[in-house]
């Protein structure tokens, strides 16, 4: 099988083939070629000791040179270029001790984790597959090089990369990779959080969220996000619910992948973390009422120091907290359907989250059964319609839109301080009541008390 390699990619290994050393593509970049996806990235293997590529090439920049690992620039891109190596002892479920290079291929590929990352190419030997990765890739298969056990126990993020890769593809998890899974899941929680959120980020923005069910089934989810093991757990026997709070959930993540396959990375990456924590305090919210069924009542606001403390722990940015948080908060809400009303609700959403809150609550009502769900659906699609109409008619919604500034209320005898402040907010709740208010004149007669 031929793969089609880049310029530059060509050309370093052609370089080092040159020079007399054994070069290949290796990794990701080969699965993904052989599967008829475009690499995001690509990485080099040669048996060159790092300063004989440093010596190669013009420019390098030296990104673990302990790890046998040379970045060489061309043009703006940067490829990085790893001495074949054997990953030495591992303590702790992390850290090799020490890398030992090599100059055998195979060795090189046997320390690599999943049989379709196995995998090296070049133009010269073609692909290089010891490990029958491509057989796995056409089955569909996670499947562990060598002996899972042994593999996951040198590195338990591993664990996480095989539910991610599942999750990515759509495959299967070997019965043996999986068993070995399910038996180290608790050694995960030797592995910093910022790596197990970008293996758990890469899972949820995958088109398979249903592997959030696999990762609860087999005891992953348990070690850094118990919440979740609580949402798979709450049956919820109302009305308004077929599933639990969990099999809900990734209901209304597969409704948004679905149904908002073109939203900016950036929102759908919000919105995806948000429908994964909307119902988090179901669990701790659930009681039964008079009227024999559970409810849930409280859930959204009890949900918001959770879902905070949830993303704390994997170490996420406040940006992304405090986005989640809002919608999270207001997720099963809505204001009476009058104009004032909706733009005080959008004040308090926050407007920049308002797009993703009613692709959310479309996204959960879907998740619904049918019970009252026209009524439901005609409440929601209004909302929406007056949310748009107050956009488009750029009604003012925070006190840097008002007609007056601080400034001209200091003018009037107003003190700065806090007085200033609740005058500037008198006046940012006449605005949202009635935006034809928002002229100068009008607001310092009304300020005056005689508006
Ligand atoms: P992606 O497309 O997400 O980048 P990838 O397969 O390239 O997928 P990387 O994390 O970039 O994944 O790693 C590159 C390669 O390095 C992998 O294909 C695999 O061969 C190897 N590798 C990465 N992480 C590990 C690990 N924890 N244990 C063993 N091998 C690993
Ligand atoms: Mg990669």
Same mark, same amino acid.
């Given at each position: 099988?031929?793969?089609? =390699?880049?310029?530059?990619?060509?050309?370093?290994?052609?370089?080092?083939?040159?020079?007399?050393?054994? !070069?290949?593509? =290796?990794?990701? &970049?080969?699965?993904?070629?052989?599967?008829?996806?475009?690499?995001?990235?690509?990485?080099? *293997? *040669?048996?060159?000791?790092?300063?004989?590529?440093?010596?190669?090439?013009?420019?390098?920049?030296?990104?673990?040179?302990?790890? %046998?690992?040379?970045?060489?620039?061309? %043009?703006?891109? @940067?490829?990085?270029?790893?001495?074949?190596?054997?990953?030495?002892?591992?303590?702790?479920?992390?850290?090799?001790?020490?890398?030992?290079?090599?100059?055998?291929?195979?060795?090189?590929?046997?320390?690599?984790?999943?049989?379709?990352?196995?995998?090296?190419?070049?133009?010269?030997?073609?692909?290089?597959?010891?490990?029958?990765?491509?057989?796995?890739?056409?089955?569909?298969?996670?499947?562990?090089?060598?002996?899972?056990?042994?593999?996951?126990?040198?590195?338990?993020?591993?664990?996480?990369?095989?539910?991610?890769?599942?999750?990515?593809?759509?495959?299967?998890?070997?019965?043996?990779? !999986?068993? !070995?899974?399910? +038996?180290?899941?608790?050694?995960?929680?030797?592995?910093?959080?910022?790596?197990?959120?970008?293996?758990?980020?890469?899972?949820?923005?995958?088109?398979?969220?249903?592997?959030?069910?696999?990762?609860?089934?087999?005891?992953? *989810?348990?070690?850094?996000?118990? +919440?979740?093991?609580?949402?798979?757990? &709450?049956?919820?026997? *109302?009305?308004?619910?077929?599933?639990?709070? %969990?099999?809900?959930?990734?209901?209304?993540?597969?409704?948004?992948?679905?149904?908002?396959?073109?939203?900016?990375?950036?929102?759908?990456?919000?919105?995806?973390?948000?429908? $994964? $924590?909307?119902?988090?305090?179901?669990?701790?919210?659930?009681?039964?009422?008079?009227?024999?069924?559970?409810?849930?009542?409280?859930?959204?606001?009890?949900? =918001?120091?959770?879902?905070?403390?949830?993303?704390?722990?994997?170490?996420?940015?406040?940006?992304?907290?405090?986005?989640?948080?809002?919608?999270?908060?207001?997720?099963?809400?809505?204001?009476?359907?009058?104009?004032?009303?909706?733009?005080?609700?959008?004040?308090?959403?926050?407007?920049?989250?308002?797009?993703?809150?009613?692709?959310?609550?479309?996204?959960?009502?879907?998740? #619904?059964?049918?019970?009252?769900?026209?009524?439901?659906?005609?409440?929601?699609?209004?909302?929406?319609?007056?949310?748009?109409?107050?956009?488009?008619?750029?009604?003012?919604?925070?006190?840097?839109?008002? !007609?007056?500034?601080?400034?001209?209320?200091?003018?009037? @005898?107003?003190?700065? @301080?806090?007085?200033?402040?609740?005058?500037?907010?008198?006046?940012?709740?006449?605005?949202?009541?009635?935006?034809?208010?928002?002229?100068?004149?009008?607001?310092?007669?009304? #300020?005056? @008390?005689?508006?």
């Amino acid at each position: 099988m031929q793969i089609t =390699v880049p310029k530059n990619v060509r050309t370093i290994i052609g370089i080092l083939q040159d020079n007399g050393f054994e !070069a290949y593509a =290796v990794g990701g &970049c080969v699965r993904d070629s052989i599967l008829g996806i475009v690499p995001n990235d690509w990485d080099i *293997t *040669t048996n060159a000791m790092p300063l004989q590529v440093k010596s190669l090439f013009r420019r390098t920049i030296d990104i673990g040179i302990k790890h %046998g690992t040379v970045k060489v620039m061309m %043009g703006n891109e @940067g490829y990085e270029i790893t001495t074949y190596r054997i990953d030495g002892v591992y303590e702790d479920s992390r850290h090799p001790k020490e890398v030992t290079f090599t100059t055998d291929l195979y060795e090189d590929l046997r320390r690599r984790d999943f049989t379709i990352n196995a995998m090296a190419y070049s133009d010269k030997s073609g692909i290089v597959d010891p490990f029958e990765g491509q057989s796995d890739l056409r089955s569909g298969i996670i499947r562990a090089v060598g002996s899972p056990r042994e593999r996951f126990g040198e590195d338990a993020l591993r664990i996480l990369r095989a539910l991610r890769f599942s999750a990515r593809f759509g495959y299967e998890i070997e019965e043996e990779t !999986a068993s !070995a899974i399910r +038996e180290l899941s608790p050694t995960l929680s030797n592995i910093s959080a910022e790596r197990i959120r970008e293996e758990l980020e890469k899972l949820l923005l995958s088109d398979n969220p249903d592997r959030l069910r696999w990762a609860y089934e087999l005891g992953v *989810t348990k070690v850094f996000f118990p +919440e979740w093991d609580a949402m798979m757990e &709450c049956e919820q026997d *109302t009305p308004h619910h077929f599933t639990d709070v %969990g099999d809900h959930t990734i209901e209304v993540i597969r409704y948004i992948i679905e149904n908002y396959p073109s939203l900016s990375k950036e929102d759908d990456r919000v919105l995806r973390i948000a429908a $994964l $924590l909307h119902d988090i305090a179901k669990p701790v919210k659930k009681f039964r009422g008079r009227d024999g069924y559970e409810h849930f009542t409280g859930h959204p606001e009890e949900g =918001v120091p959770m879902a905070e403390d949830v993303l704390k722990r994997l170490k996420y940015d406040n940006d992304t907290i405090n986005k989640t948080k809002k919608l999270v908060r207001y997720h099963d809400e809505l204001p009476d359907l009058t104009y004032p009303e909706v733009r005080r609700f959008i004040v308090l959403a926050g407007r920049e989250n308002m797009d993703n809150l009613i692709r959310l609550k479309y996204a959960d009502l879907y998740g #619904h059964t049918k019970y009252k769900w026209d009524e439901k659906m005609e409440k929601l699609t209004s909302f929406e319609q007056m949310y748009q109409k107050i956009v488009r008619d750029g009604d003012p919604l925070s006190i840097k839109e008002l !007609a007056v500034n601080g400034n001209d209320l200091m003018k009037e @005898g107003v003190a700065p @301080g806090p007085a200033l402040g609740e005058a500037l907010e008198r006046l940012m709740d006449r605005v949202l009541d009635d935006p034809q208010m928002n002229e100068k004149e009008k607001l310092l007669m009304y #300020h005056r @008390g005689d508006g």
